[in-house]
């Protein structure tokens, strides 16, 4: 018996302070989390051992541009007239980001950070234990099974069922990995 959970917030945004300038923007999340094949005994039991500082941690890691420039004495940068490029750790308006943790039949254990970005580019993050992160790409257009490789070809990943299941290709062995839980967020602004 499969059991499927949702559960969605949407976090209120701060008031901003008089002195923000037009130059700064915010980006407003909606976070998802999802269950997937848990049964209701262990569900149950993962939801009354919620540890109370995770939910401290993270929502310590949710501060504002604003918060941080106040914190730093309220100096004010003066507005400058040279372009600014992107931060390349800052989301991209429209991209999705869903990070699932997957485990074999043998046990082994595996973590997939999949971003999709709003014009169609697909990446997926597969981080191993003991391993180094692994970023791997697939073209567009493949709908929602993709196959994700690495630049030099040698390790794949391919996504069943929308990735609810996924088979792992390295050095010709394929390893097949069932979804335990998924957190999905679109950034929306």
Do not use: W
């Amino acid at each position: 018996m499969s059991l499927f959970l949702l559960t969605a917030c949407q976090e209120t945004p701060e008031p901003e302070a008089p002195t923000e300038t037009p130059s700064e923007t915010s980006t407003q999340t909606t976070p998802v989390t999802t269950n997937i094949n848990v049964n209701e005994a262990a569900d149950d039991s993962i939801e009354n051992a919620q540890n109370p500082s995770q939910t401290e941690a993270n929502s310590e890691r949710d501060v504002s541009l604003t918060e941080l420039e106040q914190d730093l004495g309220g100096t004010v940068a003066a507005p400058s007239n040279t372009a600014t490029s992107p931060n390349p750790e800052q989301a991209i308006k429209g991209a999705q980001i869903t990070d699932v943790r997957y485990k074999s039949e043998a046990g082994d254990t595996l973590s997939v950070v999949f971003e999709t970005s709003a014009s169609g580019l697909l990446n997926a993050i597969v981080t191993r234990p003991n391993q180094p992160k692994m970023t791997l790409s697939a073209p567009e257009g493949q709908g929602n099974n993709p196959t994700y490789r690495s630049v030099d070809g040698s390790i794949q990943l391919v996504s069943h069922a929308g990735g609810g299941t996924i088979d792992l290709i390295q050095n010709n062995t394929v390893t097949s990995f069932d979804a335990v839980s998924a957190e999905a967020e679109v950034v929306t602004e």
